[in-house]
Each structure stands twice: as structure tokens, then as C-alpha cells.
């Protein structure tokens, strides 16, 4: 009966506790994507921003991140809309990793106005990496002929095909270092006197939890439901944002057509090279 009655009472007048929106931004960040495999990037993230970040009565907006980096581009480009959002709307961001936030995963988490973390999580790895591979070997064996042709004398650097030249390693450090330093001023400008003096702090390594609070890159250990519990109330409630869904459940990115037997293929394809790259970013954390 008192439930009943509860629910004749306009909501602006219940006291129903804090709705604490929650955002989950798992998974490599990349652009681009397919229908199958979506990416963490801008695009796919933004409607979600924009939707927690309206609940004009929510203090604060919680993020569960698990991400082992990716693009650095759209790393800072999510990082960028959270916090104007947040600036906006005048909301709190609170952050909480689950099994890692590294690379770009920890551009992401230093969005939050606070980072908790697990004992157990992996942070840090505040540095910049580039890879590939080589084949100039393989076009001999199998006997193709590779024809290039270019307007410009660098429009072929770094290029699988051909052997690795000295000027082009060169030259990509030339890059790698200035985003380095993107990523170090954003750390230290978000972190400012909480990081301790520490050399290898942007050397790319990274860290547990627990340590990687004693290194100031994080504020607390925790979980989610407990530390909005402790800090908004016990009737404190979380709600998660989730995207527009498909015909089956699934978020879907574009519209295709089901016997479009070509671009499924083609998503195949995409997906597979999209997997391995992923099992790569994860496995260098141990996951």
C-alpha cells in the first residue's frame, strides 16, 4: 500500500534517492569499426555522453573503464567531450577502472575528477607505440613484382613491402615523441601535485592499482556501487546508458542489408584483422 501510494506522488517530490548515470567504455579504441565488431571511438561514444550527462539532477556521471588504448586521436578526442560535457553541465566525473586502463584506456580515466581503481587493475603505460609488419621477403619467395608509383619522394614511407630505412624509423620517433608529450602535459595538467617523483612515471610502464596510487596516478581502491553508496547515500542508485538497439538486441552502427553477401564478407575480413589487433593490445597487460 505505501509503495502504491509512493507512486501518486509527483517524482520531483519522492525521495527516491540519487540516480547516478553510468557509462562503460570497454574495449581497444579505434575508428572506424564494422557492424559486427563496433569500436570504442567518438562516434560510437558520444550519444551515450550526451545522454548521462543530461540527468539534470545527477551530481555527478560514474565511468567504468576497461580499455588497453588504441588510437591516441580518439582517446583524446573522448577525453575532450567528457570534460566539456562535464564543465557544461556542471556534473562531477568519477572514474572507476575495472581489469585495466592503460595507454589511451588511462588518457580516458584522467577525464575523472577521481579514479578508482582495484588493488589488482593495470594503469599507467603513458607512452606511445607504433607497430607492424615487414614483407619484402615474402614477394621474392612467391615471385609478385610490387609496382609503386608516387608524386612525392616520402609518399611510400614506412611501407610493408619494401626493406626498413633508418630515415623512416627516424622520422616516426619524430612523431611518436611529440604525442608523448601531448599525453604527459594532459596527465600532469589532470594529476597535477598528485603524481609522486617518480622517473619512470612516463616511461610506459604501468602498474596495479595499488601502486599506481602510491604513484598518484589514481585516488582510491573501490568499486562502484559502494563508493556512490558511501558518498551520495544508501539509497543511491546507479543506471546505466546504454545505446540504440538493433532488431536483436545488439547496438548496431549502420544499415545494411541481410543478403548483402559482399559487405558481409568484407566485415569478415575487417573483423578478423580487427580481433588480432585487439588480442594484441590486450595481451600486452597479461589479459
Request: hydrophobic residues 45%; aromatic residues 8%.
Amino acid at each position: 500500500m505505501a509503495n502504491f501510494l509512493k507512486r501518486l506522488v509527483p517524482k520531483r517530490f519522492r525521495d527516491e534517492g540519487v540516480v547516478i548515470p553510468v557509462v562503460r567504455l570497454h574495449g581497444p579504441i579505434m575508428s572506424g569499426g564494422s557492424k559486427f565488431r563496433p569500436s570504442l571511438n567518438l562516434a560510437t561514444v558520444a550519444p551515450l555522453l550526451e545522454k548521462a550527462f543530461s540527468f539534470k539532477n545527477a551530481p555527478a556521471v560514474a565511468f567504468s573503464i576497461n580499455s588497453p588504448g588504441g588510437s591516441p586521436v580518439q582517446s583524446r578526442m573522448i577525453f575532450d567531450r567528457i570534460r566539456a560535457l562535464a564543465d557544461e553541465n556542471n556534473k562531477r566525473v568519477l572514474v572507476f577502472v575495472e581489469d585495466v586502463a592503460a595507454s589511451g584506456g588511462y588518457m580516458l580515466a584522467i577525464a575523472g575528477d577521481e579514479i578508482f581503481v582495484d588493488a589488482t587493475s593495470i594503469v599507467g603505460s603513458i607512452g606511445v607505440v607504433s607497430g607492424g609488419f615487414g614483407f619484402p621477403e615474402l614477394l621474392k619467395k612467391i615471385g609478385v613484382e610490387r609496382r609503386v608509383y608516387t608524386a612525392g619522394e616520402n609518399k611510400v614511407i614506412l611501407d610493408p613491402f619494401q626493406p626498413e630505412k633508418e630515415s623512416d624509423i627516424e622520422y616516426l620517433k619524430t612523431l611518436q615523441l611529440e604525442i608523448h608529450d601531448v599525453f604527459i602535459e594532459m596527465v600532469k595538467a589532470r594529476r597535477g601535485a598528485k603524481l609522486a617523483d617518480e622517473p619512470t612515471l612516463f616511461s610506459g610502464l604501468f602498474w596495479t592499482g595499488r601502486k599506481g596510487l602510491d604513484l598518484g596516478l589514481v585516488d582510491g581502491l573501490g568499486g562502484m556501487r559502494e563508493t556512490v553508496k558511501a558518498r551520495y547515500g544508501k539509497d543511491a542508485k546507479l543506471q546505466l546508458i546504454s545505446g540504440a538497439k538493433g532488431l536483436f538486441g545488439r547496438r548496431i552502427p549502420g544499415v545494411q542489408s541481410a543478403f548483402d553477401a559482399e559487405a558481409i564478407a568484407a566485415s569478415a575480413v575487417s573483423g578478423l584483422a580487427e580481433t588480432i589487433e585487439e588480442r594484441a593490445l590486450w595481451s600486452r597487460y597479461g589479459l
